[in-house]
């Protein structure tokens, strides 16, 4: 199974193939927005329009922008509608003026959906972004909007005035909301729910053993369901206090797998102009089966650090005490139970307003009471988002990760040894717009390689979600 491993390879070849080739065609293609008039005096809207027929298209542009400067909105819509436009960058051109139009009248909801529709065919299209954030943020669409934002931050590293504005805005967004709840429902068909292996018949020291039904591969499809609520107690200008919850279950025809936990945080989070800075305290709960799994409780180191606008380097510190049942379906689990600390890092560098690339990495050490389960191990991985045309948004992530445990296997001679890759491919069509989210389709793929053979296995799965951030 091993050579499983690079199965995931060929998928990042491809899709990298894939945005080289978006990102070239759509740097050709992508209209630029006309620069502002020159200075001088302007002509009066009568004498535009008295000219109207005279102007090329560029010459046009700039005349509506002046126009639009001026506050004559009615007037710029009837220009527009006198134009015909040859070539498709005039169209482009001409729609993106009408959503200015729109935007400038009130009729925000056709403001938007015309700036995405340009967005969804010209992802580079920096000047259609900010107005499209711009939109959102008005209407209090902050998840959006962000998200936006974020990206126009991404292109903004030779224009200071665009970064301060653009964090002034995100500043805002984080600022004027004290609270926040989402919630997602999912369907989610695996190919190995359970994580079990392909083989009924396994080879221990050589000897056969027959594994019960529990640790057989099976498939099935899921329905996955949670919720997240988030609040936050301005302490200073600086400092406030946080606080969140969260369930996120999944529910099988059979129960024998079904799945939820519930997670919760507090604790204070300051601010800074280059980032922020959090110690909260955690705890989570664990039902399998129906049944109770383990509780744990802990706490959590988190940072922010802002390097440059297209740079930024996130990082958590967590630490957890965990106590499993000693009576989960009739077995005692308790001997798992110790202390697990993680410290994990992602590095996320914008190329520009529609790609960016994550570098990951982790460190794991799991303690027990068990000699032969605890273990440490590190992890390794990167992904890349890419605002493809006709709508499509790519990010592709594969994460390898390895752990040596410490005590010899039960039943065998040497301790357990793992290695793991994970890759996942995240799809949203953002011009597919349902009560304000789009679709979003995640594929996975994972194969966990072990020198214990009944811990072997490999798993496709898959959900479908909507999401605010697009």
């Not at 946080?242 to 936990?261: K, M, P």
Request: charged share 20%; aromatic share 10%; net charge negative.
């Amino acid at each position: 199974m091993l050579s499983n491993l690079t199965r995931p390879l060929v998928c990042w070849a491809v899709l990298l193939c894939v945005v080289l080739v978006q990102t070239t065609a759509q740097a050709a293609e992508a209209p630029v927005a006309p620069t502002a008039a020159p200075g001088g005096a302007m002509l009066t809207v009568d004498q535009v329009a008295a000219n109207w027929q005279k102007l090329n298209p560029s010459q046009q542009f700039i005349a509506l922008d002046q126009i639009l400067h001026a506050g004559q909105f009615e007037s710029a819509e009837v220009l527009l509608a006198r134009s015909h436009y040859a070539s498709e960058t005039d169209k482009q051109l001409a729609r993106f003026y009408t959503g200015l139009i729109r935007k400038q009248q009130g009729r925000t909801e056709e403001a938007v959906a015309i700036f995405r529709e340009l967005l969804a065919a010209h992802p580079d299209f920096d000047r259609v972004r900010l107005e499209l954030a711009d939109t959102l943020f008005a209407t209090q669409q902050d998840e959006s909007a962000r998200h936006n934002f974020e990206l126009i931050l991404g292109s903004a590293g030779s224009k200071p005035d665009l970064a301060r504005t653009t964090r002034a805005y995100i500043d805002a967004i984080d600022s004027r909301r004290l609270w926040d709840l989402s919630s997602y429902v999912s369907i989610a068909p695996s190919s190995n729910l359970n994580q079990g292996t392909d083989s009924r018949v396994v080879l221990v020291n050589g000897m056969p053993f027959t594994l019960s039904d529990r640790n057989v591969k099976k498939s099935g499809v899921g329905l996955t369901f949670g919720a997240q609520g988030s609040g936050r107690l301005p302490l200073s200008d600086r400092i406030d206090l946080v606080g969140t919850a969260g369930v996120n279950a999944r529910r099988y025809s059979d129960g024998e797998f079904n799945d939820t936990l519930v997670n919760v945080s507090a604790g204070p989070r300051f601010r800074f102009d280059w980032g922020n800075f959090g110690v909260y305290a955690t705890g989570e709960r664990h039902w399998f089966g129906g049944e109770d799994y383990h509780v744990a409780g802990g706490g959590l180191i988190s940072s922010l650090v802002t390097l440059s606008p297209q740079d930024l380097v996130s990082t958590d510190l967590s630490c957890s005490e965990r106590q499993f049942s000693s009576e989960w379906r009739g077995s005692d689990l308790s001997g798992q139970g110790g202390t697990t600390c993680a410290l994990n890092t992602r590095i996320e560098h914008h190329f520009d307003g529609a790609t960016f690339a994550n570098v990951l990495g982790g460190l794991k050490h799991e303690g027990s009471k068990l000699t032969n389960l605890d273990n440490k191990g590190w992890s390794a991985g990167a992904g890349i988002y890419r605002e493809l045309s006709m709508g499509v948004s790519v990010y592709l992530q594969s994460i390898y990760t390895k752990a040596d445990y410490e005590g010899l296997f039960p039943t065998m001679d040497h301790a357990r040894r793992d290695q793991k890759l994970e890759t996942s491919v995240n799809l949203t069509k953002r011009d597919f717009v349902v009560f304000g989210l789009a679709p979003t389709l995640a594929l996975t793929y994972t194969v966990n390689d072990s020198n214990v053979a009944f811990m072997r296995y490999e798993t496709y799965g898959s959900n479908l979600t909507f999401t605010k951030r697009f």
